[in-house]
């Protein structure tokens, strides 16, 4: 396995990551006091499969110069753009955990579901399979993090 380092994955990590910043600078106050509690074991499962895939996509690409052409762009780019219109939603609505949980046209968990499909997308564009099982197990244990969390 060949150890190389991918700008483009990590530039779409840190696009990905922009509304996290201004979320943990400016949280909401009305998170629920009892979240969290008991699934520490998934918790600390979601961090480690979470590092796993990210050092996997920024080092292990196949094509880390793949070309902006490839139709896995396309998935990025929606993932992405669904994923931004989340995060307005939630600032627009005053900041309030809730609107974290609530469904966007039809999809349970889209603040789950979005930003791992555009890593998903990530890692098929840049040919890194290994990166790709890694996020699916990733957006399964997330899911079921935020699932039994609430």
Known sequence: MKVTFSYRALIIFILLM???????ISPPTD??????GSVKLIGAAENA?????F????????NPNASLK????????IFMVLYFV?????????SSYAVLGKDFLG??????IFPVGCLICTGFWLNCIPAVI??????IVHALSHFVGN
């Open 134 to 139: 890694s996020l699916v197990i990733f957006g």
């Open 107 to 112: 999809i349970p968990m889209p603040m789950v």
């Open 49 to 53: 499969i979470r590092a796993i895939s």
């Open 18 to 24: 922009l509304p996290n910043v201004v979320y943990f």
């Open 55 to 62: 050092l996997l996509l920024f080092f292990v690409p196949k």
């Open 31 to 36: 998170v629920p006091k009892t979240l969290g």
């Open 86 to 94: 989340l995060w307005g939603r939630y600032f627009l609505e005053g």
């Open 70 to 77: 490839s139709p896995w762009v396309i998935g990025i780019v």
